[in-house]
């Protein structure tokens, strides 16, 4: 799978419903931008015009547009440096480990604070 993500100038998820796509995450963990409706976690994952593009929900002619942006992007490593960044930061075991960790913590003390 990195190969193929690796090799690739971009991903497109034209989902029309989806909550935080894997694939968004592998692909960009890669380096390769994404571009994808503004439905569910997609805009979460997806910073638009930084690591991808955001396209209105169900606009196919903004769909080929996102397309388009990122192929004839003149900074295609800025668009790949930025997908990284957005998994390094985002979506490592360590920083969800650690999401979860501040969460049951918050949670606990709610329950000594009672």
């Not at 690796?6 to 692909?27: G, R």
């Not at 075991?93 to 999401?99: G, L, S, Y």
């Amino acid at each position: 799978m990195v190969a193929a993500y690796s090799c690739a100038d971009l991903f497109v998820i034209p989902s029309l419903e989806d909550n935080l796509p894997n694939t968004i995450m592998e692909s960009m963990a890669c380096g390769t931008p994404c571009v994808g409706f503004a439905t569910g976690g997609v805009p979460e994952m997806i910073d638009h015009d930084i690591n991808g593009y955001v396209a209105n929900y169900m606009d196919a002619d903004d769909l080929a547009n996102g397309i388009q942006w990122i192929l004839n992007n003149p900074n295609p490593q800025a668009l790949s440096d930025a997908c990284v960044k957005k998994v390094q930061e985002n979506y490592t075991e360590e920083v969800v480990a650690k999401q979860y960790i501040a969460f049951y913590g918050k949670l606990l003390q709610k329950n000594f604070d009672s």
